[in-house]
């Protein structure tokens, strides 16, 4: 097979192969471009037919992330990753490890082999004070557009959300009368929300990064909620470490396959919904926001200085607006 004579190749500045035999890992890596920053992009695991195909594939998929990152005025590039297999039977720990270090080269992890390895062990040393959780789509995204048909012709045994035309479909096309109305389903979302992939990152700042002083402060005052009930949580400020939230939203590009998707039911379950959030810490902010030349608040509000129903009276020589009508000049 030629790559630098395909079709899809368009001056791609890498395209690395990747094979551990322990594992039974077989990827590939391609970065097309660089010119504007690291390249962005993601990995996708799936049973290609053929070499050939994966490689089509990964050429195609960093190529469509550099003008994503250009579109959204990025300082980065694009690049793409694929994995041969099947996700839901070939995906072990091994194989991820493997998959792991061959990446560590492109997160800053060093360039000699002794650089990349100190790399690797300091992400493994962190992974335990890491979580990633999936939001979205949820087990009820699934009960709502899985698509039967769909599924049989990927070869899976697990749900799937079909991922094409969403512009045009509201229901699987082999599940027609699906509840596709959020109001009232399971989900509380559209077809195109159970597409959306919804993560929530959470990880603690071990005290060697911490500001000095303000930090184990900090810890000292999270200890007092002993994590919220948040078993994890707790886990990291008993380790002195400050627990930070990330919230990601991505559109996905292949149809989303059932996994370890949490329960979140929409609107539509019996008018009880769930929201996989953490509650908020505060009532929220005030209705009018201090300082904002552009919030006028209702008369006897809090914000209201008058502290009565009646407006204060205007000023003729602050507001044009506010002085008497001129008798002279009669209205038309």
């Not at 082999?174 to 959306?196: F, M």
């Not at 919804?198 to 060697?208: N, Q, S, W």
Request: charged letters at 20%; glycine letters at 10%.
């Amino acid at each position: 097979m030629a790559v630098f004579s395909l079709s899809d190749f368009a001056d791609h500045e890498q395209v690395v192969f990747v094979s551990d035999d322990k594992s039974g890992l077989k990827a590939i890596i391609a970065v097309h471009n660089s010119n504007l920053g690291p390249a962005l992009g993601g990995c996708r695991m799936w049973p290609y037919a053929s070499e050939e195909e994966a490689v089509r594939d990964v050429l195609r998929l960093s190529r469509g992330m550099t003008y994503k990152s250009a579109m959204a005025n990025l300082k980065l590039g694009g690049g793409k990753s694929v994995i041969i297999g099947n996700p839901r039977t070939d995906k072990t720990p091994a194989l991820l490890a493997a998959f792991a270090r061959a990446l560590a080269g492109y997160h800053g992890g060093g360039t000699t082999t002794a650089e990349l390895a100190a790399s690797h062990a300091r992400a493994v040393a962190e992974a335990p004070f890491t979580r990633i959780e999936i939001l979205s789509p949820t087990k009820e995204s699934f009960d709502d557009y899985h698509s039967p048909a769909l599924a049989a012709r990927l070869g899976q045994s697990a749900r799937v959300i079909p991922n094409t035309n969403l512009a045009h479909l509201d229901c699987p096309l082999d599940r027609p009368d699906c509840k596709r109305d959020p109001a009232i389903n399971a989900s509380g979302q559209t077809l195109a929300d159970a597409n959306l992939l919804k993560l929530r990152v959470t990880y603690g700042i071990p005290a060697h990064k911490q500001i000095p002083l303000a930090g184990p402060f900090m810890v000292r005052a999270l200890a007092l909620h002993a994590g919220a009930g948040d078993a994890f949580r707790t886990r990291l400020i008993a380790a002195g470490r400050i627990p930070i939230v990330s919230h990601t939203v991505m559109r996905m590009h292949s149809p989303p396959i059932e996994g370890d998707n949490v329960s979140a039911p929409g609107p539509g379950n019996g008018g009880t919904p769930v929201d996989p959030e953490p509650p908020p810490d505060d009532p929220g902010p005030p209705p009018c926001a201090t300082g904002d030349p552009g919030c006028t608040p209702p008369p006897g509000s809090d914000a209201d200085d008058t502290g009565s129903e009646t407006p204060a009276p205007c000023d003729p020589g602050a507001d044009p607006g506010c002085a008497e009508p001129d008798p002279c000049i009669s209205a038309p």
